[in-house]
């Protein structure tokens, strides 16, 4: 069967099976993977899509969404049911999924200027996973949201992170010294945690008398209620030494705990004991946390920044002072020094003269 799908023109073999009365179909680029394809069907467990032909996106996706939640966070599944139903479906959801072409997909991206950089990258992440459970299962011939031509539109400019410098730090924490929170923004740009470790951080999780935090959890707002979850990846789950400021940052921010703790009386939340607490001892919220913060930037005069920015600033501090990537991707939590490279690489001093020195003194 010859095909043009969004792209060059191709030939593949289709083959057609019934299971539960409904006719399916399979697509290879020979017999024997049509084959092998059909025979994989035949023998798939409970609990994989079942698509066809005749299906829509919407329809497939709607299905998809049932069976990935299976084994999904709630806060994970929570996000891919708004990018299917509020920006997926509508968009190509009438479409039917094995006439969805690239052209398509990349219409879809491009034609979105009410949504940021970031969320056009995360739309078109879940649709390139979605589709690819149909190409692994023989339902689709190729994954038109993973070429190139599906890609996010280079004309949509990518939101640029804050770095501030030594300076710059000191400013915004000399202007938040009467902060309830201070403690919290010092171990953010010290450590370069993110928001949701540190506020999901226990006193347990303070060694204070060898000097290590151990991150192991996040605090998320899932389903209405604040949630404390596991951290995803192994590198994320880590224990870093804390250093002398933070140190000192955390056993100031506990004594005034301890006022606020004898201020709420009886209306004190005493568990879980997380680190940063409102001022009842529940967990704070992360909006709460972030508006805060972003008070604290505008009264010391620096430009606009969100709170994440402080993981990036202390990366590049770090790796300005010498420290090496690897080292700053290990306390940052990176999955692996390759997402460490491509987000701060720009940033190391150029080489090229101290290498070729370097290389002189050798000879």
């Known amino acids: ?16 099976i019934g299971i539960d009365g ?17 025979k994989a069907k035949l023998a798939a467990p409970v609990g994989t899509v079942a698509t066809n032909g005749r299906k829509t996106v919407g329809e497939y996706l709607t299905d998809w969404l049932k069976i990935i939640c299976a084994s999904k966070a709630p806060q994970t599944c929570k996000s891919y049911t708004m990018f299917v139903g509020h920006h997926l479906i509508p968009a190509i959801g009438s479409i039917k999924l094995d006439k969805l072409t690239t052209a398509d997909v990349a219409g879809m991206l ?9 969320t056009i990258n995360h739309l078109r992440s879940v649709l390139r996973g979605a589709l690819q459970l149909a190409v692994d299962a023989g339902d689709l011939p190729r994954n038109v949201a993973a070429g190139k031509g599906a890609g996010v539109p280079k004309q ?31 171990a953010a740009v010290r450590l370069g945690a993110r928001q949701g470790e540190l506020l999901g951080l226990l006193w347990s999780d303070v060694d204070f008398k ?43 921010h506990r004594d005034r705990q301890a006022v606020e703790r004898d201020a709420a009386g009886s209306r004190w939340s005493a568990s879980p004991d997380f680190v940063f607490r409102s001022t009842v001892g529940t967990g704070c919220e992360g909006v709460n946390v972030t508006r805060d913060f972003q008070k604290a930037v505008a009264a010391a005069g620096l430009p606009a920044m969100r709170f994440h920015d402080l993981r990036h600033t202390c990366a590049s501090i770090r790796l300005d002072l010498g420290e090496s990537m690897l080292k700053v991707s290990r306390l940052l939590g990176h999955s692996n020094i390759a997402l460490t490279a491509n987000t701060y690489a720009h940033l190391m001093p150029e080489s090229g003269r101290d290498d070729a020195d370097l290389m002189d003194r050798a000879f």
Do not use: C
């Open 22 to 38: 409904k006719r399916q179909m399979v697509y290879g680029q020979t017999q024997k993977e049509v084959a092998d394809k059909l």
């Open 110 to 118: 491009r034609d979105r200027p009410e949504l940021s950089p970031r």
């Open 156 to 186: 949509v400019a990518q939101t640029e992170p804050v770095f501030l410098t030594p300076a710059n730090v000191a400013r915004l924490l000399d202007s938040a010294k009467g902060d309830r929170l201070l403690g919290l923004y010092i």
């Open 1 to 16: 069967m010859h095909r043009k799908n969004g792209g060059p023109d191709y030939t593949i073999w289709q083959g057609t």
């Open 210 to 252: 060898n000097g290590k935090i151990s991150f192991s959890k996040q605090l998320q707002r899932v389903g209405g209620k604040l949630v404390s979850q596991p951290l995803k990846t192994k590198r994320s789950k880590r224990t870093v030494y804390m250093g002398s400021a933070v140190a000192a940052a955390l056993v100031a």
